[in-house]
Protein backbone atom coordinates (compact mmCIF):
# COMPACT_ATOMS: atom_id res chain seq x y z
CA UNK A 1 0.00 0.00 0.00
CA UNK A 2 0.95 2.96 -0.77
CA UNK A 3 2.28 5.81 2.82
CA UNK A 4 1.21 9.00 2.23
CA UNK A 5 4.97 10.08 1.88
CA UNK A 6 4.62 8.00 -1.70
CA UNK A 7 1.39 9.51 -2.29
CA UNK A 8 2.66 13.09 -2.28
CA UNK A 9 5.14 12.39 -5.12
CA UNK A 10 2.88 11.15 -7.53
CA UNK A 11 1.83 14.43 -8.56
CA UNK A 12 5.28 16.85 -8.06
CA UNK A 13 4.36 20.60 -8.68
CA UNK A 14 6.19 22.39 -10.91
CA UNK A 15 7.45 24.88 -8.56
CA UNK A 16 8.46 22.17 -5.66
CA UNK A 17 10.03 25.47 -3.17
CA UNK A 18 6.44 25.93 -1.97
CA UNK A 19 7.64 26.37 1.71
CA UNK A 20 10.03 29.27 2.39
CA UNK A 21 13.34 28.00 2.31
CA UNK A 22 16.57 29.50 3.93
CA UNK A 23 18.29 32.38 1.86
CA UNK A 24 21.45 30.99 1.80
CA UNK A 25 20.23 27.52 0.60
CA UNK A 26 23.17 25.72 -1.28
CA UNK A 27 21.96 24.84 -4.68
CA UNK A 28 25.09 23.20 -6.32
CA UNK A 29 26.88 20.78 -8.43
CA UNK A 30 29.07 18.03 -7.32
CA UNK A 31 31.95 16.15 -8.97
CA UNK A 32 35.54 14.68 -7.87
CA UNK A 33 38.31 14.79 -9.31
CA UNK A 34 39.42 11.53 -10.39
CA UNK A 35 36.17 11.14 -12.05
CA UNK A 36 36.87 14.44 -14.18
CA UNK A 37 40.40 15.52 -14.02
CA UNK A 38 42.31 13.32 -16.38
CA UNK A 39 45.71 12.10 -16.01
CA UNK A 40 45.65 11.01 -12.43
CA UNK A 41 48.03 8.49 -13.02
CA UNK A 42 49.55 8.49 -9.97
CA UNK A 43 46.70 6.59 -7.36
CA UNK A 44 45.27 3.11 -6.67
CA UNK A 45 42.27 3.61 -9.02
CA UNK A 46 44.78 4.22 -12.19
CA UNK A 47 46.30 1.27 -11.20
CA UNK A 48 42.86 -0.92 -10.64
CA UNK A 49 41.84 0.52 -14.06
CA UNK A 50 44.53 -1.92 -15.79
CA UNK A 51 43.12 -5.23 -13.96
CA UNK A 52 41.63 -6.71 -16.62
CA UNK A 53 37.74 -7.18 -16.66
CA UNK A 54 38.04 -4.45 -13.93
CA UNK A 55 36.23 -1.91 -15.64
CA UNK A 56 33.24 -2.01 -17.97
CA UNK A 57 34.39 -2.01 -21.44
CA UNK A 58 37.58 -1.85 -20.74
CA UNK A 59 37.63 1.25 -19.84
CA UNK A 60 40.60 3.23 -18.31
CA UNK A 61 39.75 6.91 -16.47
CA UNK A 62 42.09 8.45 -18.98
CA UNK A 63 41.89 12.04 -19.72
CA UNK A 64 38.45 11.76 -17.94
CA UNK A 65 36.64 15.13 -18.95
CA UNK A 66 39.76 16.92 -18.89
CA UNK A 67 38.59 19.07 -16.58
CA UNK A 68 41.83 20.11 -15.34
CA UNK A 69 42.71 21.80 -18.35
CA UNK A 70 39.39 23.36 -18.88
CA UNK A 71 39.12 25.23 -15.46
CA UNK A 72 37.86 28.35 -16.87
CA UNK A 73 35.20 26.66 -19.28
CA UNK A 74 34.02 24.31 -16.22
CA UNK A 75 33.35 27.25 -13.95
CA UNK A 76 31.21 29.38 -16.65
CA UNK A 77 29.49 26.49 -16.63
CA UNK A 78 28.40 26.04 -13.39
CA UNK A 79 27.73 29.64 -13.86
CA UNK A 80 25.62 29.04 -16.09
CA UNK A 81 23.25 26.88 -14.03
CA UNK A 82 22.75 29.12 -11.93
CA UNK A 83 24.10 27.46 -8.90
CA UNK A 84 25.87 28.94 -5.99
CA UNK A 85 27.94 25.84 -5.01
CA UNK A 86 30.15 23.30 -6.51
CA UNK A 87 31.41 20.16 -4.22
CA UNK A 88 34.78 19.06 -5.67
CA UNK A 89 37.47 17.03 -4.37
CA UNK A 90 41.50 17.42 -4.09
CA UNK A 91 43.64 14.49 -5.82
CA UNK A 92 45.64 13.68 -3.01
CA UNK A 93 48.32 11.90 -5.01
CA UNK A 94 48.61 14.95 -6.83
CA UNK A 95 49.54 16.80 -4.28
CA UNK A 96 51.74 14.69 -2.32
CA UNK A 97 53.07 12.46 -5.00
CA UNK A 98 55.67 11.06 -2.72
CA UNK A 99 55.33 10.58 1.27
CA UNK A 100 55.68 14.48 2.91
CA UNK A 101 56.44 16.43 -0.89
CA UNK A 102 54.17 18.58 -1.35
CA UNK A 103 54.12 19.72 -5.24
CA UNK A 104 53.74 23.19 -5.22
CA UNK A 105 52.08 23.29 -8.57
CA UNK A 106 49.37 21.11 -8.15
CA UNK A 107 48.63 23.58 -4.88
CA UNK A 108 48.50 26.10 -7.54
CA UNK A 109 46.04 24.61 -9.66
CA UNK A 110 43.50 23.93 -6.78
CA UNK A 111 43.98 27.53 -5.50
CA UNK A 112 43.43 28.47 -9.27
CA UNK A 113 39.85 26.27 -9.22
CA UNK A 114 39.26 27.96 -5.93
CA UNK A 115 39.97 31.20 -7.00
CA UNK A 116 37.81 31.07 -10.18
CA UNK A 117 34.69 29.43 -8.38
CA UNK A 118 34.95 32.29 -5.85
CA UNK A 119 35.14 35.27 -8.58
CA UNK A 120 31.98 33.29 -9.96
CA UNK A 121 30.23 33.67 -6.66
CA UNK A 122 30.05 29.93 -6.23
CA UNK A 123 31.01 28.70 -3.13
CA UNK A 124 33.34 26.07 -2.72
CA UNK A 125 33.01 22.49 -0.75
CA UNK A 126 36.05 20.28 -0.78
CA UNK A 127 36.65 16.64 -0.37
CA UNK A 128 39.78 15.65 0.86
CA UNK A 129 39.56 11.74 0.41
CA UNK A 130 36.95 11.02 -2.62
CA UNK A 131 37.88 7.19 -2.81
CA UNK A 132 41.48 7.73 -4.52
CA UNK A 133 44.71 7.02 -2.83
CA UNK A 134 48.06 7.96 -3.64
CA UNK A 135 49.84 4.63 -5.21
CA UNK A 136 52.35 4.98 -2.38
CA UNK A 137 50.12 5.12 0.32
CA UNK A 138 47.89 2.03 -1.08
CA UNK A 139 51.00 0.05 -1.52
CA UNK A 140 51.69 0.74 2.16
CA UNK A 141 48.34 -0.93 3.01
CA UNK A 142 45.94 2.48 1.84
CA UNK A 143 43.29 2.44 4.38
CA UNK A 144 44.87 -0.27 6.39
CA UNK A 145 48.60 0.89 6.94
CA UNK A 146 49.53 1.93 10.13
CA UNK A 147 49.60 5.58 9.74
CA UNK A 148 46.73 5.99 7.90
CA UNK A 149 44.54 8.35 9.86
CA UNK A 150 47.95 10.60 10.47
CA UNK A 151 48.74 10.70 6.52
CA UNK A 152 45.35 12.03 6.17
CA UNK A 153 45.37 14.34 9.05
CA UNK A 154 48.90 15.64 7.57
CA UNK A 155 46.83 15.82 4.21
CA UNK A 156 43.67 17.93 5.81
CA UNK A 157 46.13 20.26 8.02
CA UNK A 158 48.02 21.34 4.81
CA UNK A 159 44.92 21.67 2.64
CA UNK A 160 43.72 24.11 5.52
CA UNK A 161 46.55 25.78 5.72
CA UNK A 162 47.06 26.61 1.86
CA UNK A 163 43.30 26.65 1.06
CA UNK A 164 41.54 27.81 4.08
CA UNK A 165 41.25 31.37 2.31
CA UNK A 166 39.19 29.85 0.12
CA UNK A 167 37.27 27.09 1.61
CA UNK A 168 34.48 27.44 4.35
CA UNK A 169 32.61 24.15 3.53
CA UNK A 170 34.92 20.78 4.13
CA UNK A 171 34.16 16.74 3.40
CA UNK A 172 36.65 14.48 5.43
CA UNK A 173 35.83 11.48 3.54
CA UNK A 174 33.31 10.62 0.63
CA UNK A 175 31.18 7.16 1.28
CA UNK A 176 33.55 5.82 3.78
CA UNK A 177 30.79 2.94 4.07
CA UNK A 178 30.86 2.25 0.49
CA UNK A 179 34.45 2.34 -0.15
CA UNK A 180 34.74 -0.24 2.72
CA UNK A 181 32.21 -2.18 1.09
CA UNK A 182 33.35 -2.72 -2.21
CA UNK A 183 37.03 -2.01 -1.29
CA UNK A 184 37.79 -5.23 1.23
CA UNK A 185 33.95 -6.92 1.43
CA UNK A 186 32.97 -7.60 -2.60
CA UNK A 187 36.21 -6.40 -3.97
CA UNK A 188 35.10 -5.06 -7.26
CA UNK A 189 36.75 -1.36 -5.57
CA UNK A 190 40.68 -1.62 -5.01
CA UNK A 191 42.26 -3.02 -3.33
CA UNK A 192 40.27 -5.61 -4.70
CA UNK A 193 40.32 -7.67 -1.31
CA UNK A 194 37.57 -10.00 0.13
CA UNK A 195 38.49 -9.69 3.37
CA UNK A 196 35.70 -8.92 6.41
CA UNK A 197 38.50 -8.28 9.32
CA UNK A 198 39.99 -6.23 7.13
CA UNK A 199 37.20 -4.30 6.00
CA UNK A 200 35.89 -3.57 9.82
CA UNK A 201 39.79 -2.19 10.33
CA UNK A 202 39.39 -0.34 7.01
CA UNK A 203 36.12 1.25 8.57
CA UNK A 204 37.82 2.09 12.13
CA UNK A 205 40.55 3.89 10.20
CA UNK A 206 38.45 5.48 8.24
CA UNK A 207 36.96 7.14 11.47
CA UNK A 208 40.10 7.96 13.00
CA UNK A 209 41.13 9.38 9.92
CA UNK A 210 37.95 12.02 10.28
CA UNK A 211 39.07 12.41 13.23
CA UNK A 212 42.27 13.83 12.86
CA UNK A 213 41.70 15.34 9.35
CA UNK A 214 38.69 17.70 11.33
CA UNK A 215 40.87 18.35 14.12
CA UNK A 216 43.91 19.41 11.63
CA UNK A 217 41.05 21.92 9.69
CA UNK A 218 40.06 23.17 12.75
CA UNK A 219 43.42 24.33 13.87
CA UNK A 220 44.66 25.33 10.19
CA UNK A 221 41.50 26.92 8.90
CA UNK A 222 39.67 29.49 10.90
CA UNK A 223 35.90 29.01 10.58
CA UNK A 224 35.75 25.68 8.55
CA UNK A 225 32.50 23.80 8.65
CA UNK A 226 33.28 20.17 8.47
CA UNK A 227 31.10 16.96 7.09
CA UNK A 228 31.19 13.82 5.51
CA UNK A 229 29.52 12.88 2.82
CA UNK A 230 27.85 9.13 3.74
CA UNK A 231 25.33 7.18 1.32
CA UNK A 232 22.61 6.18 2.58
CA UNK A 233 20.02 3.70 1.46
CA UNK A 234 16.39 3.62 2.10
CA UNK A 235 16.21 0.42 3.09
CA UNK A 236 12.56 -1.14 3.52
CA UNK A 237 11.78 -4.89 4.15
CA UNK A 238 10.67 -6.81 1.05
CA UNK A 239 7.54 -8.42 2.86
CA UNK A 240 6.74 -6.30 5.89
CA UNK A 241 5.06 -9.29 7.66
CA UNK A 242 8.00 -11.46 7.29
CA UNK A 243 10.53 -10.93 10.13
CA UNK A 244 13.40 -12.07 8.53
CA UNK A 245 13.17 -9.56 5.86
CA UNK A 246 12.87 -6.81 8.50
CA UNK A 247 15.57 -7.76 10.34
CA UNK A 248 17.54 -8.17 7.23
CA UNK A 249 16.46 -4.36 6.05
CA UNK A 250 17.28 -3.12 9.55
CA UNK A 251 21.28 -4.55 9.09
CA UNK A 252 21.54 -2.39 6.11
CA UNK A 253 20.28 0.39 8.43
CA UNK A 254 22.43 -0.33 11.39
CA UNK A 255 25.43 -2.22 9.72
CA UNK A 256 26.05 0.04 6.07
CA UNK A 257 23.58 3.45 6.87
CA UNK A 258 24.45 5.02 10.24
CA UNK A 259 27.58 2.93 11.66
CA UNK A 260 30.02 6.20 10.46
CA UNK A 261 27.78 8.92 12.22
CA UNK A 262 26.93 7.46 15.06
CA UNK A 263 30.58 6.71 16.08
CA UNK A 264 30.97 10.62 15.64
CA UNK A 265 27.37 11.26 18.19
CA UNK A 266 29.02 8.78 20.86
CA UNK A 267 32.59 8.80 20.61
CA UNK A 268 32.88 4.89 20.23
CA UNK A 269 33.67 2.89 16.82
CA UNK A 270 30.80 0.27 16.55
CA UNK A 271 30.66 -2.57 13.98
CA UNK A 272 27.85 -5.03 14.57
CA UNK A 273 27.14 -7.15 11.48
CA UNK A 274 26.33 -10.62 11.35
CA UNK A 275 29.09 -12.45 9.81
CA UNK A 276 31.79 -9.19 10.98
CA UNK A 277 34.19 -9.70 13.47
CA UNK A 278 32.78 -7.18 16.48
CA UNK A 279 34.04 -3.50 16.44
CA UNK A 280 34.07 -1.56 19.88
CA UNK A 281 36.68 1.33 19.88
CA UNK A 282 36.25 4.39 21.99
CA UNK A 283 37.54 7.12 20.21
CA UNK A 284 36.49 10.62 22.21
CA UNK A 285 37.93 12.44 19.31
CA UNK A 286 35.38 11.70 16.90
CA UNK A 287 32.50 13.64 19.35
CA UNK A 288 32.20 17.38 18.13
CA UNK A 289 33.95 16.95 14.95
CA UNK A 290 31.00 17.27 12.65
CA UNK A 291 29.38 20.30 11.68
CA UNK A 292 26.66 18.89 9.47
CA UNK A 293 25.79 15.67 8.12
CA UNK A 294 26.44 15.11 4.56
CA UNK A 295 23.88 12.51 2.51
CA UNK A 296 24.55 10.79 -0.93
CA UNK A 297 21.46 9.35 -1.76
CA UNK A 298 20.34 7.59 -4.90
CA UNK A 299 18.24 4.49 -4.06
CA UNK A 300 15.42 2.45 -2.42
CA UNK A 301 15.91 -1.08 -1.89
CA UNK A 302 13.62 -3.65 -1.21
CA UNK A 303 15.33 -6.40 1.35
CA UNK A 304 14.93 -9.77 2.00
CA UNK A 305 16.88 -12.13 4.04
CA UNK A 306 19.61 -13.87 1.87
CA UNK A 307 21.94 -16.39 3.49
CA UNK A 308 24.45 -15.39 0.50
CA UNK A 309 24.42 -11.52 0.64
CA UNK A 310 26.62 -9.34 2.75
CA UNK A 311 24.99 -9.10 5.89
CA UNK A 312 22.54 -11.45 4.94
CA UNK A 313 20.37 -8.73 3.08
CA UNK A 314 19.40 -9.32 -0.58
CA UNK A 315 18.64 -5.74 -2.29
CA UNK A 316 16.00 -5.41 -4.89
CA UNK A 317 14.40 -2.95 -6.85
CA UNK A 318 10.53 -1.66 -6.03
CA UNK A 319 8.26 -0.81 -8.51
CA UNK A 320 9.24 2.70 -10.10
CA UNK A 321 10.82 3.60 -12.99
CA UNK A 322 14.33 2.92 -13.23
CA UNK A 323 17.31 4.58 -14.06
CA UNK A 324 19.51 3.63 -16.68
CA UNK A 325 21.93 1.84 -13.65
CA UNK A 326 19.02 -0.25 -12.53
CA UNK A 327 18.23 1.60 -10.16
CA UNK A 328 14.78 2.42 -8.81
CA UNK A 329 14.07 6.07 -9.15
CA UNK A 330 12.68 6.91 -5.18
CA UNK A 331 12.25 10.60 -4.17
CA UNK A 332 10.45 9.49 -0.92
CA UNK A 333 13.39 8.09 -0.10
CA UNK A 334 15.31 10.97 0.94
CA UNK A 335 12.23 12.99 2.62
CA UNK A 336 12.46 10.16 4.73
CA UNK A 337 16.50 9.83 5.40
CA UNK A 338 16.99 13.94 5.65
CA UNK A 339 13.84 13.22 8.56
CA UNK A 340 16.08 10.15 9.88
CA UNK A 341 19.22 12.27 9.73
CA UNK A 342 17.97 15.36 11.78
CA UNK A 343 15.94 12.65 14.30
CA UNK A 344 19.30 10.50 15.14
CA UNK A 345 21.87 13.77 15.28
CA UNK A 346 19.98 16.82 15.62
CA UNK A 347 22.88 18.57 13.00
CA UNK A 348 22.23 20.52 9.86
CA UNK A 349 22.12 18.27 6.91
CA UNK A 350 23.37 18.73 3.40
CA UNK A 351 22.66 16.14 0.69
CA UNK A 352 26.07 16.54 -0.87
CA UNK A 353 25.15 14.12 -3.42
CA UNK A 354 21.75 13.46 -5.40
CA UNK A 355 21.68 12.36 -9.28
CA UNK A 356 20.62 9.44 -11.86
CA UNK A 357 22.18 7.79 -14.80
CA UNK A 358 20.46 8.58 -17.96
CA UNK A 359 22.10 8.85 -21.08
CA UNK A 360 19.36 9.74 -23.11
CA UNK A 361 18.51 12.79 -20.33
CA UNK A 362 15.05 12.00 -20.57
CA UNK A 363 14.33 11.40 -16.70
CA UNK A 364 16.63 13.77 -14.97
CA UNK A 365 14.47 16.78 -15.13
CA UNK A 366 11.84 14.92 -13.85
CA UNK A 367 14.10 13.88 -10.84
CA UNK A 368 15.92 16.87 -10.20
CA UNK A 369 12.45 18.31 -9.40
CA UNK A 370 11.11 15.15 -7.53
CA UNK A 371 14.08 15.44 -5.29
CA UNK A 372 14.42 19.48 -4.65
CA UNK A 373 10.68 18.63 -3.53
CA UNK A 374 11.70 16.19 -1.20
CA UNK A 375 14.25 18.36 -0.10
CA UNK A 376 11.32 21.67 -0.07
CA UNK A 377 9.03 19.08 2.53
CA UNK A 378 11.78 18.19 4.75
CA UNK A 379 12.74 21.97 4.86
CA UNK A 380 8.91 22.51 5.57
CA UNK A 381 8.55 19.80 8.26
CA UNK A 382 11.72 21.86 10.30
CA UNK A 383 14.49 19.66 9.01
CA UNK A 384 17.53 22.41 8.73
CA UNK A 385 18.78 21.50 5.08
CA UNK A 386 20.92 23.27 4.18
CA UNK A 387 21.89 22.38 0.79
CA UNK A 388 22.05 20.05 -2.34
CA UNK A 389 24.43 18.99 -4.74
CA UNK A 390 23.47 17.23 -7.74
CA UNK A 391 25.37 14.57 -8.87
CA UNK A 392 26.93 15.27 -11.33
CA UNK A 393 28.07 18.67 -13.34
CA UNK A 394 29.23 16.64 -16.27
CA UNK A 395 29.65 12.88 -17.56
CA UNK A 396 32.37 11.26 -15.93
CA UNK A 397 34.49 8.16 -15.15
CA UNK A 398 31.94 6.23 -13.06
CA UNK A 399 34.10 4.19 -11.31
CA UNK A 400 33.56 -0.02 -12.58
CA UNK A 401 31.17 1.48 -14.90
CA UNK A 402 33.43 3.33 -16.44
CA UNK A 403 31.99 5.37 -19.07
CA UNK A 404 28.84 3.88 -19.80
CA UNK A 405 26.56 5.89 -17.11
CA UNK A 406 25.87 9.35 -17.83
CA UNK A 407 24.82 11.56 -14.50
CA UNK A 408 25.58 14.73 -16.13
CA UNK A 409 23.60 17.89 -15.98
CA UNK A 410 25.85 18.89 -18.93
CA UNK A 411 26.50 16.23 -21.77
CA UNK A 412 30.37 15.28 -22.63
CA UNK A 413 31.20 13.96 -26.17
CA UNK A 414 34.58 12.64 -24.77
CA UNK A 415 36.12 12.04 -28.04
CA UNK A 416 36.24 16.12 -28.81
CA UNK A 417 35.37 16.93 -24.78
CA UNK A 418 32.67 19.15 -26.09
CA UNK A 419 29.77 20.15 -23.39
CA UNK A 420 26.54 19.71 -24.38
CA UNK A 421 23.63 21.14 -22.89
CA UNK A 422 20.65 19.01 -21.82
CA UNK A 423 17.39 19.32 -20.29
CA UNK A 424 18.31 18.18 -16.72
CA UNK A 425 20.67 21.49 -16.95
CA UNK A 426 17.86 23.68 -17.96
CA UNK A 427 15.97 22.09 -15.40
CA UNK A 428 18.71 23.02 -12.53
CA UNK A 429 18.36 26.28 -13.59
CA UNK A 430 15.05 27.24 -13.36
CA UNK A 431 14.68 25.70 -10.32
CA UNK A 432 17.47 27.87 -9.18
CA UNK A 433 15.54 30.79 -10.20
CA UNK A 434 12.60 29.83 -8.35
CA UNK A 435 15.03 29.61 -5.33
CA UNK A 436 15.74 33.03 -5.13
CA UNK A 437 12.53 34.22 -6.10
CA UNK A 438 10.60 36.33 -3.21
CA UNK A 439 8.84 33.66 -1.04
CA UNK A 440 5.49 32.55 -1.12
CA UNK A 441 5.02 31.35 2.62
CA UNK A 442 1.40 31.50 3.71
CA UNK A 443 -1.56 28.95 3.05
CA UNK A 444 1.02 26.08 1.03
CA UNK A 445 3.16 23.42 2.11
CA UNK A 446 4.18 20.24 1.59
C1 LIG B 1 28.55 8.49 -5.31
C2 LIG B 1 30.02 8.71 -5.50
O1 LIG B 1 30.49 9.58 -4.50
C3 LIG B 1 30.37 9.23 -6.87
O2 LIG B 1 31.75 9.18 -7.00
C4 LIG B 1 29.65 8.45 -7.92
O3 LIG B 1 30.03 8.79 -9.21
C5 LIG B 1 28.16 8.65 -7.72
N1 LIG B 1 27.81 8.08 -6.46
C6 LIG B 1 27.28 8.02 -8.79
O4 LIG B 1 27.35 6.66 -8.71
Known amino acids: MASS ?3 RFTAVPENPFMAAMPADFLWGVATSAHQVDGGTTGNDW ?3 ERRPGAIADGAVSGPAADHWNRLEEDTQLIRELGANAHRLSLEWSRLEPEPGHWDAAAWEH ?14 PMLTLLHFTLPQWLAQRGGLVAGDFPQRL ?7 GRRLGGWVRLWCTVNEPNVQMLYGYVTGQWPPGLRDRTLATRAFASLLQGHALAARALRNSCRGARIGAAVHLVLAEPLRRWWPPDRLAASVVERGF ?6 AIRDGVIRLRLPGYPRLEQPLAELRGSLDFVGINYYRRNLVDFDPFAPGFAGLHQGPGLRSDAGLEMYPAGLLQLLRRAWQRYRLPVIVTENGVADAAGSLRPDYLRAHAYAVACAVAEGVPVQGYFHWSLLDNFEWTDGYRLRFGLYRVDFASQR ?6 GDEFRRLAGLLRRPRRTAGIGC
Open 46 to 48: AHF
Open 5 to 7: DDR
Open 153 to 159: EAFASEA
Open 110 to 123: AERELALLKAAGIE
Open 257 to 262: NWPFYD
Open 419 to 424: RLATPG
